[in-house]
């Protein structure tokens, strides 16, 4: 591919990047996604908040799915980088793996929070991660990352190479700084400041995701 090429097809796919940003703003706005407790819950994370986005929720519709998949793969073409498989940990990741498999054509993957102990015992489901594949990540709404993370070690672990992620609501910056570090492009598509709430651990109030 010449110079101009990829150039043109950066601003394309730039475009593209700022059309599902649209989309998917109006997919949190629908009623229930995106809820205002009258009492701080506690949430997997350990943070307690009174603002709860129900990630799951927002996809549940099949056309919303494949928007959002869209979008991220869309991402990741901006990004310039080659793929062999995307996935992460369950049960988050999910719907976002098949939506994000689906738009690019390409193998997908589930990581458990812990093998199931019998069978083939593993930790990765689905494609097998071969030393050197190149892998996209992908969660639902993160606060600290942990789950991103994780998915993130189990790959290296066993020889793939993370060259983006992505998620679907980023409520810190936590997963931003430590792809950051590992120098792994790192793209959500939406974050607290795209939907008017509070950073988590924000001094107004402690407000934080699903997930």
């Known amino acids: 591919m010449g110079q101009v090429d ?35 819950v506690k949430l997997a994370s350990g943070d307690e ?24 793969f ?19 990741a999910a719907p976002f793996t098949f939506a994000v498999a689906a738009a690019a054509r390409l193998k997908w993957f589930l990581i458990r929070k812990e093998p199931k102990g019998r069978g083939t015992n ?4 689905g494609a097998r991660i071969e030393s050197g594949m190149r892998v996209m990540l992908v969660d639902d709404v993160v606060t600290k990352g942990s789950s991103i993370q994780l998915a993130y ?13 992505t998620t679907f609501v980023d409520r810190s910056g936590a997963a931003a700084a430590f792809f950051r570090e590992r120098g792994v492009p790192y793209k959500p598509m939406l974050t607290y400041e795209d ?3 509070p950073r988590v651990g ?4 402690r407000a934080v995701a699903a997930g």
């Open 202 to 205: 924000g001094s107004s109030e």
């Open 153 to 165: 070690e189990h790959v290296v672990d066993v020889g793939g190479e993370v060259v983006f992620a």
């Open 122 to 125: 593993r930790y990765i489901e």
């Open 74 to 92: 869309a991402a990741a073409e901006h990004e310039n980088v080659e793929l062999d498989a995307v996935g992460g940990l369950v049960l988050g």
């Open 49 to 72: 908040s009174n603002v709860f986005i129900d990630g799951k929720l927002a996809v549940a519709d099949p056309d919303d799915l494949a928007r959002v998949g869209a979008a991220m």
């Open 6 to 40: 990829a150039i043109r097809n950066a601003d394309h796919a730039g475009h593209l990047v700022s059309l599902h940003h649209q989309q998917l703003l109006e997919i949190v706005k629908r009623p229930g996604v995106v809820m205002h407790l009258p009492s701080p």
């Open 195 to 197: 939907l008017g709430i």
